[in-house]
């Protein structure tokens, strides 16, 4: 958060506002995110104050408050199975919902994506998908099509990962395409668990499990490089220029944000590794 400051200042002054307005704007935004509840306002103004990485974890600190009071209530439910079905559709309708009053509401505009309020419906679907898993682990042995379903799932996830923008454009339809996000992280979740297919292998692997291990290193550094380049490499230093293309520029920026990505990943790591 206090990497983006600077940038949030520079873009007050280049929108012409004063230097003691940007700095108390930015000195109250900072006031507002510091406890990590911005994403409870429901205003872009607000929840999106700095970057998507303190918006994220603004939303992650409310539901974990209450995780614990969630937790309490679903144990009590017996009829896993309707659960596991009706939560999804139940999210969707809430999804709508919350749509409704992002475009009636002008106060709101926020609620329906980036809100505690729709997130916590997909920690609610985990919690009983623990439950599921945790049951069928007790009573069964690990049957062999959750051992070769493995990859097919995780190609799946891929696949959906890589289209899933295209595929909304062309269908329009949000709560078809939430239901399919909800599907799939469902079965790779489901699959891994049980830790007996190629991909668990894979992931078990030392170069792969040391890159789990940098990937909030890699979160939390790449969001900030990225917004500093296109304001003050593309549109400052490069304004203008007609000796590269267009394709290019996009390509060389982003090798350049991903290697100092990386390279910045691994030096806090190191770091935070000597230390401890």
Same mark, same amino acid.
């Given at each position: 958060?206090?990497?983006?400051?600077?940038?949030?200042?520079?873009?007050?002054? $280049?929108?012409?506002?004063?230097? $003691?307005?940007?700095?108390?704007?930015?000195?109250?935004?900072?006031?507002?995110?510091?406890?990590?509840?911005?994403?409870?306002?429901?205003?872009?103004?607000?929840?999106?104050?700095?970057?998507?990485?303190?918006?994220?974890?603004?939303? $992650? @600190?409310?539901?974990? &408050?209450?995780?614990?009071?969630? *937790?309490?209530?679903?144990?009590?439910?017996?009829?896993?199975?309707?659960?596991?079905?009706?939560?999804?559709?139940?999210?969707?309708?809430?999804?709508?919902?919350?749509?409704?009053? #992002?475009?009636?509401?002008?106060?709101? #505009?926020?609620?329906?994506?980036?809100?505690?309020?729709?997130?916590?419906?997909?920690?609610?679907?985990? *919690?009983?998908?623990?439950?599921?898993?945790?049951?069928?682990?007790?009573?069964?042995?690990?049957?062999?099509?959750?051992?070769?379903?493995?990859?097919p799932v995780a190609a799946l996830c891929i696949a959906w990962f890589v289209g899933r923008n295209s595929f909304s454009q062309i269908f329009s339809s949000l709560f078809l395409t939430r239901l399919v996000d909800i599907v799939l992280c469902a079965a790779l979740l489901f699959v891994l668990?049980?830790?007996?297919?190629?991909?668990?292998?894979?992931?078990?692997?030392?170069? *792969?499990?040391?890159?789990?291990?940098?990937?909030?290193?890699?979160? &939390?550094?790449?969001?900030?490089?990225?917004?500093?380049?296109?304001?003050?490499?593309?549109?400052?230093?490069?304004?203008?220029?007609?000796?590269?293309?267009?394709?290019? &520029?996009?390509?060389?920026?982003?090798?350049?944000?991903?290697? @100092?990505?990386?390279?910045?990943?691994?030096?806090?790591?190191?770091?935070?590794?000597?230390?401890?």
């Amino acid at each position: 958060m206090l990497a983006m400051v600077p940038l949030v200042i520079a873009s007050s002054l $280049l929108h012409g506002k004063g230097i $003691l307005y940007s700095i108390g704007a930015t000195a109250a935004k900072v006031m507002i995110s510091a406890p990590l509840i911005q994403s409870a306002f429901g205003m872009v103004k607000l929840s999106h104050v700095f970057n998507g990485v303190c918006w994220f974890f603004s939303t $992650l @600190a409310i539901i974990y &408050l209450v995780s614990p009071w969630l *937790m309490a209530h679903l144990i009590r439910i017996r009829h896993l199975k309707a659960a596991l079905f009706g939560v999804p559709v139940f999210m969707c309708v809430w999804y709508v919902f919350l749509s409704g009053v #992002d475009a009636k509401v002008s106060f709101f #505009d926020d609620l329906a994506y980036g809100s505690p309020y729709m997130r916590v419906w997909f920690v609610i679907y985990g *919690m009983l998908l623990a439950r599921v898993i945790y049951a069928w682990r007790e009573k069964h042995d690990v049957p062999l099509w959750v051992r070769s379903s493995e990859l097919p799932v995780a190609a799946l996830c891929i696949a959906w990962f890589v289209g899933r923008n295209s595929f909304s454009q062309i269908f329009s339809s949000l709560f078809l395409t939430r239901l399919v996000d909800i599907v799939l992280c469902a079965a790779l979740l489901f699959v891994l668990s049980f830790e007996k297919g190629t991909v668990s292998r894979l992931l078990e692997k030392p170069k *792969m499990m040391a890159l789990g291990h940098l990937a909030m290193y890699i979160y &939390l550094i790449h969001y900030p490089l990225r917004m500093y380049w296109e304001p003050v490499v593309l549109k400052r230093l490069l304004a203008g220029q007609t000796w590269i293309s267009q394709d290019i &520029l996009g390509l060389l920026s982003v090798a350049i944000i991903v290697t @100092a990505t990386m390279l910045l990943s691994v030096a806090w790591n190191r770091k935070a590794t000597k230390s401890h």
